[in-house]
T-cell receptor, first 114, second 111 residues
């Protein structure tokens, strides 16, 4: 496998459920990101991990909990979500060299909260 | 904070040239990037300007003017497959700082 892989591609969950989104990158990058993309809204940065340390949180509700066990894997744990959390969740990775770098995105997980 | 503004929609015909403008506000950044996203697809990198001036990559060119807080993406010889959303994004100037995106411009190319 190459690039950035996200699973599952589609997820429907109830407001009381707990689920996790998974992201895996095979590019040797040292930074990974979660973005949320809603209809008619920009890609909203949720979390940044650089060298497996969380760098930014961007005031994301606590019902979203990220985990980065190593430089190749990133998870987004979901619990007690709201219908307005329905969106496309995109994972990305880059080589964070402090000078700006191209980000590679996964295909995303289309989340529907019912 | 950081913010970017770009037109929401642009329409053009095949073979034409279209320019998508992007204005931004930031306290500091490394450069301005452009990404393309087709419906149902992942954003993919198109171009990056770290310095003022024009960067050319095939049919696509991108321009940056730091003094004007302005950039643009120029698409030449438009093809139907260029119909997509185009996002400008600021590359942060701190280690671990990710891309901050504009709202995107939907380009529709007709025959």
């Amino acid at each position: 496998e190459t690039g950035v892989t996200q699973t599952p591609r589609h997820l429907v969950m109830g407001m009381t459920n707990k689920k996790s989104l998974k992201c895996e990158q095979h590019l040797g990058h040292n930074a990974m990101y979660w973005y949320k993309q809603s209809a008619k809204k920009p890609l909203e940065l949720m979390f940044v991990y650089s060298l497996e340390e969380r760098v930014e949180n961007n005031s994301v509700p606590s019902r979203f909990s990220p985990e980065c066990p190593n430089s190749s894997h990133l998870f987004l744990h979901l619990h007690t979500l709201q219908p307005e959390d329905s969106a496309l969740y995109l994972c990305a990775s880059s080589q964070d060299n402090g000078a700006g770098a191209e980000a590679f995105f996964g295909q995303g997980t289309r989340l529907t909260v019912v | 904070g950081q913010s970017l503004e770009q037109p929401s929609e642009v329409t053009a015909v095949e073979g034409a040239i279209v320019q998508i403008n992007c204005t931004y506000q930031t306290s500091g950044f490394y450069g301005l990037s452009w990404y393309q996203q087709h419906d149902g697809g992942a954003p993919t990198f198109l171009s990056y300007n770290a310095l003022d001036g024009l960067e050319e990559t095939g049919r696509f060119s991108s321009f940056l003017s730091r003094s004007d807080s302005y950039g643009y993406l120029l698409l030449q010889e438009l093809q139907m497959k260029d119909s997509a959303s185009y996002f400008c994004a600021l590359n942060g100037n701190q280690a671990g700082t990710a891309l901050i995106f504009g709202k995107g411009t939907t380009l529709s190319v007709s025959s």
